[in-house]
Structure formats: structure tokens, C-alpha cells
């Protein structure tokens, strides 16, 4: 009997082992996926019907069963699917699973299936699920990535379509400016004079300096040697640059005299020398940089200058997804040249932990790696189309202290302090994992204290939570007294790299957004907490006892405490509902409270006013005006998300920080909006004007995988933003009489798209290599049996074809004389390096 068992058992290890080697050797790369989208509100419900076409473009056939494909998808996926063949799972965050039911078939080479699914509504591309790969049940630890993913065109119908007629009905009301009617500095300064002649500028200028800029002179002779090409020359006779120190001005004001034969910058401090240098860069003509100049013509003009907030603050998330050194000091320099002084580091996040910290190694040995995993302690499981694999951008990445101090040296040089977010105590996944895998070693090696030290989690906590992400584990437990001995290790560690780096680190954002209910209420360390400490009567309470706490570790080092406006709120009751207050407890410490939360229909329009009048320091990072990753509006063509709101252009240059209700006009769905939702709802008073530090946008990371999608997001909307935050309180902000501001705003927002168009988008093609800045497609008419094409920055060349393809660098251009046939034309507009648009074409009803 025992040896039959044996034989059984050898038998079946056999077939077990044959399997996985054949599994081996299929080719996953030749299943290809194609997202195609059917409908919207399928069966009259709030719902999309989609379906994934999977293709096998092999030479071996896909078996029925016996495998599961894993994916992300943002969006919510119905378990049972419509067409039976498959059922979807959600796992943890954003990750899936689709499995083949008994109905799926073998995939012959050639052959296709079609799943067809029902969830959410679906608005544009990035709804599509993403990072689909093949996992085989009897080798359930190996992950391999399938071939193309494509998304199929869709052409919705919902309310809110940004279509190209509207698109040109915009941008109609645009007036041309002549190009000698521009101011030549951007952002806007506060005095602008242009006197006759010009400067001319050669290799062999003269840079004079007083002391203390040595710093801004090396910049700008590093500048002024790309544009050459050459090494600079001084002599005796050449033009002169000097940079003088005055005192009595402002922390980053500045004069700038442009003459014939001198060009004078002026300033109190090096950070206004390095502001009017900027200027400087900006009134040289934006076809220098498009290759090595001998001569520069740089305009005469006067100049007095300085900015409105003295906080203009950009940030960039590198947890969801990792950008690259070279990409941050990219953006750095594009940060400095339109006179950005904070860079809002947000380093760390569920997804990802990106700076290494020497003593606590495993944070990035584990938690800045992702890939296909089934228990997350080695590495992070995908996120955001991530894939199976370790070792690729942009799931994994992280910065080396070498990296990291680059950064920093970069950005200092260049006036921008670099704020460092480490998130808590939810969005915290990837510490709690790393401190796991810390806590696992430690413990197999018999080391118990020291393995308990830095732990994040009640291992005995039964509390079951689901944050907004769908994360089920990603929040610290803040009654552990290990978690405060994590966070002073971590400050300490960054304090010590900022210190080697001559950085200056006065403020470490803690987080402080989205922590779930239901968090702690079962674990024992807090109900142990709870019970010494009587004025904790609920998990609620915990978070006054863990931000005062973080507040004590910080002031004791120098530093404050930043965070996410929920760190400046106290939960309550208000008429029986629950609300949110400003919290009196925190109010002394003026506390810096960034908040994001002012879309519309909320209920929390005003709450950025609400805390600037209880007296908390508040960054503006107004998901309706400043969120970057947002799509630019309501079409299938435009990537970004747009639960908040949509975020073209002119949302940024239209913000009014000291009341954004005035011209606030559609709603987070882009549709127009009743006034009445701001009756009742605080007004900014005098005392909450000074509690405005400055303006923040924002880029989230979820759906930004290239330097090329971060470049669109951001480029060139940054630019309606860096005017807001640098340039005075324009008169159309101030204007009382509706009528005369709109008329205000109108001219403003065309002289706006004009310098753009003519001046900063051409900077922008080759500065640095040049930047991928978003081209806007044309707008389109037909009218009287003729096409009308416009755009939003003047400048670009529009093309078209009429032959069904998408127009490219060499197609025809077009001009009003053009005849075209009626169906069938596509527009696309291309800048000087032939880089295009999104295809504009006009669909005519059946």
C-alpha cells in the first residue's frame, strides 16, 4: 500500500512538474488585450458595458483553464460578466484577476475571445484597466506579461462632451495680439517699461557682481554658454552684465535695467538676483534656443518686480509612480525659469517608498520595488498597469542618498526648497510592508525586541477597513508607542541628508488625507491605550494624540509640521450631521494645512477659508484649479482623471485665491452651476487673507508612467499657475461690476495665450532639450458647407488630411481658402519640431 502511494504520489509530482514546464514555454507576449468600449448607462443604470477582445497571435494554443490573468484597473469592475465566459475579482487597492469559467474556450493561434463586463461610467482612456499578465495556477508565484494592450476609439455621448465645435466656439473670443503689444517677461511683473533700442548680446559679455552671488553667476554663465555654444570671452571692451546688491527690497524682489550697453539687476538678496536673472532669460527671444546663437537681441526695458505669495509651491508624486533624477532636475530648472520656489516632494504613498534611508534599509529594499507577488513581503504587488516584473520604471525606482542630494544641491541652487511628504498615517502601505519584512527577518533570526522596534501594525488587530483606493492594510496603527520610534528615525535620517546636501529643511509634511472609518476599533494596542488615557473615547480622538505627537518630535528638532487639511480638522456634529471644524487644539502652532478640497457640490467649498479664519496657515491646492493630473476637460482623447474636476488652461490662470467662488461657473462634471451652492458658505475675512502662505499645484502619480505623460499634464498649464502665484492681484479679480470683469478677464486671458503661444510654447521646444507641453487640438466648424479651424495659442500650424489617417508633420497645412470634402477631414495641429496634437474631427450626425 505504501509503495502505491508512492507511485501516486511520484506520479502526480510528475505531471505537476510537466505542467510547469510547458507553462514555461508559452509565449504570453503573443496575448495581445484591446480594451473596446460598447456603451454607457447600459441597462438605463450608471454604468459603462466594455469588453476585453484577448487575442492569441502564437503558435500555441491558450488552454481553457487553468490560469488567470491579473490587472489594475482605478475603476470598478462587476465580479460576473455579461457575456459568462469569465469573473473578475478584485484582490487589494487596484489589482484584479480575471478567470475563465467552464464556458471560456482554448485559444487556437489566431483565435479571439471576448469578455464582455459591466462597471463604472466610463469618460475617457484612462478608465481602461491596465497591465494585464498571465499567471498559471500550478506556478501561481511567477507572473508573465502579456503582449500590446490597445483601446479601441470611443465616441460618447454624455453631458459635459468637450467636442471640437466647442472647442472652437472657445476660442473664437481669443484676439490676436500683435507681438510688439506683449510684455516680454513672464510671469507677469509688477512694473513693465520697454525704452527704445536693444542689448546686444554676445560670448563676450562681462559679468560684474557684488559679493554674495556667486551662486546666480555661475547659473547664468552655465545659461548664457548653451545658448553659444562657447565658452564665454570676456575683454575689456565687451557689454556688461552687473548684479548689484541694494538694500531695503524685498526677500525675492528685483529691478532689471536693460540699456544698450549695460544690463543691471539689482536686489536685496540673491534669491531677487536669481528672479531677475530669470526675467532676463525669459526677454531673450525664444528662436535662441533653438540652436547656437553669435548674437542675441535682448529689448531695453525697466523692470520692478516682486511676487504676490511668497510661497509657489509645485507637488510631484513619485509614490504612485517613480519619475527619474534626471526627469526631477528636468523640471526643477522649468520650476526656477517661471520663479516656482517649492517643490512638494511626496515620496512615499501605498504604491511606492522612493528615498533611502540608511536605517531603515528595507524601506526601499522592499517597499520601491513592485511586481507579482502573493504576499507582499519582498517586494509590492502592481499597481497602476506596474506588471509582473521588479526592476522597471515606473513601478520601482527609487532615490539613493547620493540621488537625493543631487536633488537637493540642484534645487538649492536654484532657490527652490524641496518640502519632503512622508505620508501617515494612511496612504502608508509601503512603510507598514517594509517594516513587516524588517520585523520577519529580525524575528528568524531570533532577535525579538529589536525586531518589534520600527513595527507599524498590532499584529493582533482583527479591525477591518477598505480606504477610498480600496487598500485594506495601508494605515498605521498610531497607538503603537514602535510607530513614533519609526517616524523619530526617519526624521533624524532626514534631517541628516538634508544637512549633508546644505539644504534648508525647516517643515516635513506628515500626510494626513483619507484615513478610513473603522481603522484601530479591534486592535489591541489601542483599546489598551484607550483605557489609560480617558479623554480617548474613540478612534476619532487618536488622531489629535498622534499629530500632537508628531508635532512634539518636529519641535524639538526646529521643524514644523505640514499636512493635508484633515491634520487642522476636528469630526463632530453639526445639525445632526457628521461635519468637519477647524480643530481650536492646533490653532496656537499655525500648523501649515494644505487644502485640496473645494469641489464643487462637496459641501466643502469653503473649507481652505474656514481654516485660514480659524487662523491655520493654508496653502490654496485647489483640486478644482490646481490639480494637474486632472484631464484637461470631458472627452475619450484626453488622459487624466476627473473626479474632482477638469483642468484645462485657463482653470489655473482664472483662480482667484482670495475668492475663487466670484468665477467659479461649472460644477467637477464640467456642467454649469447654480450660484446658490455658495450661499451660506464662509467668505476669506481680512485676518484669513494673511493666513494664505501661497498657491500649490499638483501632480498625482497614478496615471503619470512617462516623463512624457508628466510633461503633458503639467506643460503648459504650469504656466497659468506660476502667474497666479508670482504676478499681482489682476483688476478682473477685483472688479465688482460682472459685466466689466468678464470683459477685463477676456482681454487678459487673450494677451494670456498669446505670449504663450508666441513666445513661451516656442521656449519651451527646445529649452532643456525641450519639454513635451500638451499641443490643444484645433477647434472645428462646418459652416455654410465650410470648415472653420481656430486655436486656443496662436502660432501653431494646422494640417489636415482627408483620406481617413491621422495628418502628420507632412501634411497638407491648412488655411481658410482650403475647399474640403464634408465627411472625412481630420485637423491636427503640430509645433516647430512636429510634434502634434489630438486629432480634431467633426463626426456629422446620421
Known amino acids: 500500500m505504501r509503495r502505491l ?19 514555461s514555454k508559452f509565449d504570453a507576449h503573443a496575448i495581445s488585450i484591446t480594451w473596446d468600449v460598447v456603451q454607457n448607462n447600459y441597462l438605463n443604470k450608471k454604468q459603462s458595458l466594455s469588453a476585453l477582445i484577448i487575442t492569441n497571435n502564437g503558435k500555441q494554443t491558450l488552454p481553457a483553464s487553468g490560469w488567470k490573468f491579473y490587472f489594475n484597473s482605478a475603476r470598478d469592475i462587476a465580479p ?55 499567471v498559471w495556477d500550478a506556478q501561481p508565484t511567477k507572473g508573465y506579461a502579456l503582449g500590446d494592450f490597445k483601446i479601441n ?26 507681438e510688439n503689444q506683449l510684455t516680454k517677461i513672464f510671469p507677469t511683473p509688477v512694473s513693465y517699461a520697454e525704452t527704445k533700442g536693444s542689448f546686444t548680446l554676445t560670448n563676450k559679455v562681462t559679468i560684474t557682481t557684488d559679493p554674495g552671488f556667486s551662486t546666480e553667476v555661475m547659473d547664468m554663465k552655465n545659461d548664457l554658454e548653451k545658448l553659444f555654444g562657447k565658452a564665454l570671452q570676456t575683454s575689456a571692451l565687451s557689454e556688461t552684465i552687473a548684479l548689484k546688491h541694494v538694500d531695503g527690497m524685498g526677500a525675492e524682489a528685483y529691478n532689471l535695467s536693460v540699456k544698450p550697453y549695460r544690463i543691471t539687476i539689482s536686489a536685496s538678496t540673491s534669491a531677487g538676483i536669481f528672479y531677475g536673472i530669470q526675467s532676463l532669460k525669459i526677454l531673450i527671444p525664444a528662436s535662441a534656443y533653438a540652436h547656437s546663437q553669435k548674437t542675441i537681441q535682448i529689448p531695453c526695458v525697466e523692470v520692478k518686480d516682486e511676487p504676490r505669495f511668497p510661497y509657489r ?17 528636468k523640471f526643477l530648472d522649468a520650476m526656477a525659469l517661471y520663479k516656482l520656489n517649492v517643490l512638494h516632494f511626496h515620496l512615499t504613498d501605498d504604491e511606492g517608498w522612493r528615498i533611502a534611508l540608511p536605517s531603515l534599509p528595507e524601506l526601499t529594499e522592499v517597499s520601491s520595488e513592485r511586481g507579482h507577488t502573493l504576499d507582499n513581503k519582498h517586494f509590492l504587488q502592481p499597481s497602476h498597469g506596474s506588471g509582473p516584473d521588479t526592476g522597471k520604471l515606473a513601478g520601482s525606482g527609487h532615490y539613493s542618498r547620493a540621488d537625493y542630494i543631487e536633488i537637493l544641491k540642484y534645487a538649492t541652487a536654484r532657490h527652490i526648497v524641496v518640502m519632503p511628504e512622508i505620508e501617515t498615517p494612511g496612504h502608508a502601505r509601503s512603510a507598514i510592508k517594509a517594516m513587516d519584512a524588517r520585523y520577519n527577518r529580525l524575528m528568524a533570526e531570533g532577535k525579538q525586541a529589536e ?9 493582533n488587530d482583527k479591525s477591518v477597513y477598505n480606504s477610498v483606493q480600496y487598500w485594506n492594510d495601508n494605515v498605521i496603527d498610531v497607538s503603537l508607542p514602535s510607530t513614533y520610534t519609526f517616524f523619530t528615525t526617519v526624521i533624524d535620517d532626514l534631517i541628516g541628508i538634508y544637512k549633508e546636501a546644505g539644504a534648508p529643511l525647516t517643515t516635513i509634511h506628515f500626510g494626513g488625507d483619507e484615513v478610513p472609518p473603522h481603522v484601530w476599533e479591534k486592535s489591541p494596542s489601542y483599546l489598551a491605550l484607550k483605557a489609560l488615557h480617558p479623554e480617548i473615547t474613540n478612534t476619532g480622538d487618536m488622531w489629535y494624540y498622534f499629530y500632537g505627537n508628531i508635532n512634539q518630535l518636529l519641535k524639538a528638532r526646529g521643524l514644523t509640521l505640514a499636512g493635508w487639511e484633515e491634520m487642522g480638522l476636528r469630526k463632530t456634529m453639526v445639525d445632526g450631521k457628521p ?12 500648523l501649515q494645512t494644505e487644502v485640496w478640497n473645494n469641489s464643487i457640490g462637496s459641501g466643502q467649498e469653503d473649507l481652505a477659508f474656514k481654516l485660514a479664519n480659524a487662523g491655520y496657515k493654508v496653502v490654496l491646492s485647489s483640486v478644482t484649479n490646481l490639480y494637474f493630473d486632472m484631464a484637461h476637460y470631458k472627452s475619450f482623447d484626453e488622459p487624466g482623471y476627473y473626479w474632482g474636476a477638469f483642468v484645462d488652461i485657463d482653470k489655473p490662470f482664472s483662480f482667484i485665491p482670495f475668492d475663487y467662488f466670484k468665477n467659479t461657473k461649472v460644477d467637477r462634471d464640467g456642467l454649469p452651476i447654480n450660484k446658490s451652492i455658495f450661499i451660506g458658505k464662509q467668505r476669506l475675512t481680512d485676518y484669513g487673507k494673511t493666513n494664505i502662505a501661497g498657491l500649490q499645484g499638483c501632480l498625482w502619480g497614478e496615471n503619470i508612467k512617462t516623463p512624457e505623460r508628466m510633461e503633458y499634464m503639467i506643460f503648459p498649464s504650469i504656466l497659468g499657475f506660476a502667474e497666479r502665484a508670482w504676478a499681482q492681484n489682476p483688476q478682473w479679480a477685483t472688479e465688482p461690476d460682472t459685466t466689466k470683469s468678464e470683459a477685463m478677464y477676456q482681454q487678459a486671458w487673450s494677451n494670456f495665450v498669446n505670449i504663450l503661444g508666441k513666445n513661451e510654447l516656442p521656449r519651451l521646444t527646445y529649452l532643456n532639450g525641450g519639454y513635451g507641453y500638451r499641443i490643444p ?53 503640430f509645433d516647430n519640431k512636429g510634434r502634434g496634437s489630438n486629432v480634431s474631427e467633426v463626426l456629422l450626425s446620421k
Do not use: C, W
Open 5 to 23: 502511494l508512492t507511485i501516486f504520489f511520484a506520479t502526480i509530482f510528475t505531471l505537476q512538474a510537466f505542467a510547469q514546464a510547458d507553462n
Open 80 to 134: 460576473n460578466t455579461v457575456s459568462g465566459n469569465a469573473t473578475f475579482a478584485q484582490l487589494n487597492g487596484d489589482l484584479f484577476t480575471l478567470t475563465p469559467t467552464a464556458t471560456f474556450p482554448e485559444l487556437k493561434p489566431g483565435a479571439s475571445v471576448r469578455v464582455e463586463f459591466t462597471g463604472d461610467i466610463v469618460v475617457n482612456f484612462t478608465d481602461s484597466p491596465d497591465g494585464f499578465y498571465l
Open 153 to 178: 476609439p470611443f465616441n460618447p455621448s454624455y453631458p459635459g462632451l468637450v467636442t471640437p465645435a466647442i472647442i472652437y466656439n472657445q476660442n473664437k473670443i481669443i484676439t490676436d495680439v500683435p
Open 313 to 329: 509651491a509645485f507637488l510631484l508624486d513619485v509614490g504612485r509612480n517613480f519619475q527619474t533624477k534626471q526627469q526631477v532636475l
Open 451 to 459: 525586531a518589534s522596534k520600527y513595527l507599524l501594525r498590532d499584529l
Open 579 to 590: 461635519d468637519y471644524v477647524p480643530n481650536p487644539d492646533f490653532t496656537p502652532y499655525h
Open 777 to 829: 487640438k484645433p477647434g472645428v466648424i462646418l459652416q455654410n458647407g465650410k470648415y472653420l479651424v481656430n486655436m486656443q495659442f496662436p502660432g501653431f500650424v494646422i494640417r489636415y488630411t482627408t483620406n481617413g489617417k491621422d495628418p502628420d508633420a507632412k501634411s497638407k497645412i491648412y488655411n481658410d481658402a482650403v475647399t474640403l470634402p464634408l465627411t472625412g477631414v481630420k485637423f491636427r495641429a
